[in-house]
């Protein structure tokens, strides 16, 4: 991840469980390979009570195990905040993230715990066991079903409370599934039978609540302002969040620039929100991770609809509307890169039909020259309009 979410609490509050991507395996890696190992050693002797000793200590190691990962979870939780907290706007950490964390190791370790008894040999349980758990953390990033993380957040965005507290019962159920099994698999009567504790009923709970965690919808829901927006500018103004504050120099950064374009621009009266916001619509703009990139569309679209009474002709040619998207993205990305300050722009943020090599000369232009280049293009759009008509 970039450095950018040190200065926004709900990436920063992503950014605590991302690192299960790797713990997660590693978690799931030495525990199947020391669970094989113990239970190798255990299984080639040893009578009844041996055998339930040693089921005693594998389900003690579980709820070591969980201890650990809770340390893990909460050193998390105090790196991320002590990086965020100097540079931060308003709201505060969403624990909800820590707790999804604490939950997905939670499944990690006792599906590790269950394959270390399982499977022989040992060298074999622990590439087995990471290689699924990964596989289930990529597979399950999309807000649906059960999700155990999440790689991105907005301010208007929150976990949803009844799917989390259904994965956390569903790995308490997990974890007592995982401690019958242990018992049940390493308990032996003095004739050599398996005999035990049923865990029949603890795998029909963990089932039903693992298919009503997946029939609940989506782990991310909205999340509804608490606080007023942060606005900059009077009869143009653009608000964020209240997670967002620190973003508002920038932007203010933006507005001042945007007032001293070369050329004839106007900024709007009107008002733009930021996703979520009351007053925003389905058009609201999206500030991702602080980038001013992510901004700079809509108020670049604002500033040209303000200024230019040309519109997209109702009829064109394929040939035409291709020409006119393109004169379209040329002047809107040049706008963009003078709202943002730079004279170069990378190819990521442009849109296609620029040419960012020539986009990059003209931003190096003296002012006047750059205006002549805009009126170019704005002509060439009036004689597509006229055209049409």
């Given amino acids: 991840m970039n450095g950018m979410w040190v200065t926004n609490w709900p990436s920063a509050s992503v950014a605590v469980q991302v690192a299960s991507y790797a713990v997660a395996p590693l978690f799931a890696a030495v525990i199947a390979y020391s669970e094989s190992r113990s239970h190798e050693r255990g299984w080639q002797h040893g009578d009844a009570t041996s055998s339930r000793a040693l089921g005693t200590l594998t389900t003690v190691r579980l ?5 650990v990962a809770t340390i893990v979870v909460g050193a998390s939780v105090a790196v991320t905040v002590t990086k965020t907290l100097p540079h931060v706007g308003g709201g505060s950490l969403q624990l909800s993230y ?7 190791l939670g499944y990690a370790i006792t599906f590790a715990t269950v394959v270390g008894i399982v499977i022989r040999p040992s060298w074999l349980a622990a590439p087995l066991s990471a ?3 990964f596989f289930t953390w990529t597979m399950t990033t999309d807000g649906r079903g059960a999700t155990f993380n999440q790689l991105g957040a907005y301010p208007f965005e929150q976990l949803s409370t009844t799917k989390l507290w259904l994965l956390v019962l569903g790995a308490v159920f997990a974890l007592f599934t995982a401690v019958r099994c242990v018992i049940w698999l390493t308990s032996r009567s003095r ?3 398996v005999t035990g504790h049923s865990i029949i009923p603890w795998v029909v709970a963990l ?5 009503m965690a997946n029939m609940t919808g989506n782990i991310v829901v909205p999340r509804t302002s608490a606080t007023p927006p942060v606005c900059v500018g009077e009869d143009f103004a653009v608000c964020v969040w209240e997670e967002n504050s620190a973003y508002i120099s920038d932007i203010e950064g933006l507005m001042s620039r945007g007032a001293t374009l070369p050329g004839s621009w106007s900024l709007p009266s009107t008002e733009l929100n930021e996703r979520g916001l009351p007053n925003a619509d389905e058009t609201g703009f999206y500030l991702i991770e ?33 020409r006119w998207s393109e004169l379209y993205s040329n002047e809107a990305l040049w706008l963009e890169a003078r709202l943002i300050g730079t004279s170069t722009v990378r190819q990521s943020v442009a849109p296609p039909g620029v040419d960012i090599n020539e986009m990059n000369r003209v931003l190096s232009l003296p002012d006047n020259l750059q205006a002549q280049w ?16």
């Fill in 63 to 67: 709820l070591v195990w969980m201890g």
């Fill in 98 to 104: 820590a707790l999804l964390y604490l939950c997905g």
């Fill in 131 to 133: 290689g699924v758990v």
């Fill in 191 to 193: 004739n050599g039978y």
């Fill in 207 to 211: 089932a039903g609540v693992g298919l």
């Fill in 290 to 322: 602080g980038s001013m990139w992510s901004i700079t569309p809509a108020i670049a679209s604002a500033i040209m609809e303000s200024s230019s009474t040309i519109t997209v002709p109702d009829h064109m040619s394929d040939e035409e509307l291709t």
């Fill in 374 to 389: 805009v009126n170019s293009i704005r002509q060439e759009r009036v004689e597509l309009q006229e055209t049409d008509s």
